[in-house]
């Protein structure tokens, strides 16, 4: 059996401080509703309004993040942008502390925190191909993956039990400390220099970045399915709760253990994502995400005529796997066709494809409250045979083996 790939030190410490910074966010974002009912003793609108704040940063600043990430040294953003968030952490702390802490404040700190997210979501993605060889990508954008699914997985779960166990404070202090050690991990990073980007109004850089996308031959079909399976997958989630409820007859333990299974499947795909892509044309591992989200839908649908928890948890499970692969195949390809001084703003553009997440919530609701909640997992599915369509008519599932890394002065559109 071959021996995985070594990967360079320096990646190492970068991969190092995306898992303290995964970390720290999630627990922060599963401590800061707690603590708004808890002991702030908010209702259910105010913690929508707190989770609206909690997200808004994605939609803000995810262009603005892209272009500083091909301005600016992208090690140095990162590392500013979590001592932001380590910042905001501990300020919540010190007011829990005093006891100023109001659902106003909670909710600015939530948002300041969540913009050094968005500003590390953009920017490392950006960073990996001047710390790896081409041939390397694969397995380090699997390592960072594999991390934040870690995070996904164990965070909201660690936050909560912090909270309970613990109280408030020390839970936003152990989110706080691992951003510190995101931040001593980062600053110790060595990248490699770049030449200086040249200035021009931010709007010129903004329409390079999205011409890029929307002209390129591969990233144009990438960045349409991901939108539209963001939409399928958050129509299905907006009913499945009471869904599960009603119709499978599941208690929340039930519906806890079904959810679950997303972060099992997600983990499992982040382990084998290396082996898979070594062995299976690097097309066909593109197309397998949005085939797999497909096939997860109809197994949901199904069980309209079949209720059965075990359905339930197969689609889960099969929509970690699935979309992981396609993160780390579709990542590497963006990284491979992309000139480093668009990676940045190319980065922004995917993380926008995340608006679509509203929508799909959306739709849900209209359509759940209009219909019902079968109504919803009958169009999840046909939103998701949409998505594995586009990809599977696009030149991007045609490839045999990963694209070759651009030069800066290139600026391929295959």
């Not at 553009?349 to 759940?368: D, E, F, H, K, T």
Request: charged share 10%; with cysteine; aromatic share 8%.
């Amino acid at each position: 059996m071959s021996m995985p790939p070594r990967l360079p030190d320096t990646f190492n410490r970068l991969a190092w401080s995306n898992l303290a910074a995964q970390s720290a966010e999630q627990i922060a974002l599963a401590a800061a509703p707690i603590v708004a009912v808890l002991t702030l003793g908010v209702a259910e609108g105010e913690t929508g309004l707190l989770q609206t704040a909690l997200t808004l940063p994605f939609v803000l600043f995810a262009i603005p993040a892209g272009l500083l990430a091909d301005r600016i040294s992208r090690r140095s953003l990162m590392a500013g942008a979590e001592a932001l968030r380590a910042a905001a952490l501990a300020a919540v702390v010190l007011l829990l502390w005093l006891g100023a802490l109001n659902l106003p404040l909670l909710a600015l700190l939530g948002f300041a925190a969540v913009c050094g997210t968005v500003v590390y979501s953009v920017a490392a993605p950006a960073l990996v191909p001047s710390l790896v060889s081409s041939d390397l990508l694969p397995a380090a954008n699997a390592r960072i993956e594999l991390a934040r699914t870690i995070a996904f997985a164990s965070g909201p779960a660690l936050g909560g039990a912090l909270v309970g166990w613990l109280g408030a404070s020390p839970a936003f202090a152990f989110a706080a400390l691992l951003s510190a050690v995101a931040v001593v991990l980062l600053s110790g990073l060595y990248e490699p220099a770049r030449a200086p980007a040249p200035r021009r109004h931010p709007f010129q850089d903004i329409r390079e970045g999205a011409g890029f996308v929307f002209h390129h031959a591969l990233l144009r079909p990438v960045f349409v399915t991901q939108f539209i399976f963001n939409t399928g997958w958050f129509l299905q989630l907006a009913v499945f709760v009471p869904y599960a409820v009603r119709h499978l007859g599941l208690s929340a333990t039930g519906v806890g253990i079904v959810l679950a299974m997303y972060g099992v499947g997600m983990v499992i795909g982040a382990l084998l994502a290396t082996r898979v892509m070594r062995r299976i044309a690097f097309g066909t591992v593109i197309g397998l995400g949005p085939v797999t989200g497909f096939v997860a839908s109809v197994v949901m649908a199904l069980t309209v005529l079949v209720p059965s928890s075990w359905l339930a948890g197969l689609s889960f499970f099969l929509l970690g796997v699935g979309p992981i692969l396609w993160v780390i195949s579709t990542t590497t390809l963006r990284q491979s066709v992309t000139p480093q001084r668009l990676l940045g703003r190319v980065s922004a553009i995917n993380i926008m494809s995340y608006g679509a997440r509203p929508l799909g919530s959306a739709l849900g609701a209209v359509v759940g409250g209009l219909w019902s909640a079968e109504a919803c997992l009958y169009l999840a599915a046909a939103v998701f045979a949409v998505q594995a369509l586009v990809i599977w008519l696009s030149p991007a599932v045609a490839l045999d083996r990963q694209p070759k890394m651009v030069e800066d002065g290139a600026a391929a559109r295959c």
